[in-house]
T-cell receptor
Framework: KAGVTQTPRYLIKTRGQQVTLSCSPI?????VSWYQQTPGQGLQFLFE???????NKGNFPGRFSGRQFSNSRSEMNVSTLELGDSALYLC?????????????????FGPGTRLTVL | GQQVMQIPQYQHVQEGEDFTTYCNSS?????IQWYKQRPGGHPVFLIQ???SGEVKKQKRLTFQFGEAKKNSSLHITATQTTDVGTYFC???????????WGAGTKLIIKP
C-alpha cells in the first residue's frame, strides 16, 4: 500500500506571496490532518478534513485554509506569507472513523513540505 | 482547555542507559498513542493504549497507560543509537476526533 505523499517537498517563497501544498492520503483513508512543525516545537494542529468537510480546526489565522477533494486528496493554502510561517508542514491520513468510544485510528504521516519564507 | 503535558523536553543519556518520557492529560483519555520522529523525518506511529492500567512491550520499549487513563509513559531499556529522535504522545479530545499532542521528548545519546 502506497504511503502518504506530499508535494512539493521543499518550497522557498517571499513575504506576501501565497503557497499551496498538496497531500495524497493512503488509499481508502478519508481523513487528512495538517500540522505545522517549527524547530524545537511540537506538532501544531491546523485542521482536519473528512469526506471533503472540515471537521476540526486549530488556532491559526484565516490566512491558513484547506480543502479536500472527492478522492480524499487535500490541499493547504497559506496566503500573505509571513517570515514566521517558515516551518515543516506535515499531513497525516487516517481512516477517520473511531472504532467505538475507546479507540482512535493511528495517523500516517507524509514526509512533509519544508517551507522557507524569505 | 484540554491539554497533554509531556516531560522532559530533552533527555541526554549515555548509550546503554535507560530513557523515560511521561505524558499527563488534564482530562481522562479514551486512549493514547505514541509516535517517534527521527531527526529529519516525520512522526511514525508506535503504539496505541486503550485500557486502564495497560502495559505493552515492543522489544526494549515499554508503554504504560495509567489506571485513571490520565497519564502514560514510555520507557526504553538500554538505549541504542537507533533510538535517537523525538517521542510524542497524543490523545483524542473529548468532543471530536482531533488529537491533542504532547510537546515531545527528544532523546539525545551523549557521544
Amino acid at each position: 500500500k502506497a504511503g502518504v505523499t506530499q508535494t512539493p517537498r521543499y518550497l522557498i517563497k517571499t513575504r506576501g506571496q501565497q503557497v499551496t501544498l498538496s497531500c495524497s492520503p493512503i488509499s481508502g483513508h478519508r481523513s487528512v490532518s495538517w500540522y505545522q512543525q517549527t524547530p524545537g516545537q511540537g506538532l501544531q494542529f491546523l485542521f482536519e478534513y473528512f469526506s471533503e468537510t472540515q471537521r476540526n480546526k486549530g488556532n491559526f489565522p484565516g490566512r491558513f485554509s484547506g480543502r479536500q477533494f472527492s478522492n480524499s486528496r487535500s490541499e493547504m493554502n497559506v496566503s500573505t506569507l509571513e517570515l514566521g510561517d517558515s516551518a515543516l508542514y506535515l499531513c497525516a491520513s487516517s481512516s477517520g472513523l473511531a472504532g467505538g468510544q475507546s479507540s482512535y485510528n493511528e495517523q500516517f504521516f507524509g514526509p512533509g513540505t519544508r517551507l522557507t519564507v524569505l | 482547555g484540554q491539554q497533554v503535558m509531556q516531560i522532559p523536553q530533552y533527555q541526554h543519556v549515555q548509550e546503554g542507559e535507560d530513557f523515560t518520557t511521561y505524558c499527563n492529560s488534564s482530562t481522562t483519555l479514551s486512549n493514547i498513542q505514541w509516535y517517534k520522529q527521527r531527526p529529519g523525518g516525520h512522526p511514525v506511529f508506535l503504539i496505541q493504549l486503550v485500557k486502564s492500567g495497560e502495559v505493552k512491550k515492543q522489544k526494549r520499549l515499554t508503554f504504560q497507560f495509567g489506571e485513571a487513563k490520565k497519564n502514560s509513559s514510555l520507557h526504553i531499556t538500554a538505549t541504542q543509537t537507533t533510538d535517537v529522535g523525538t517521542y510524542f504522545c497524543a490523545g483524542p479530545m473529548d468532543s471530536n476526533y482531533q488529537l491533542i499532542w504532547g510537546a515531545g521528548t527528544k532523546l539525545i545519546i551523549k557521544p
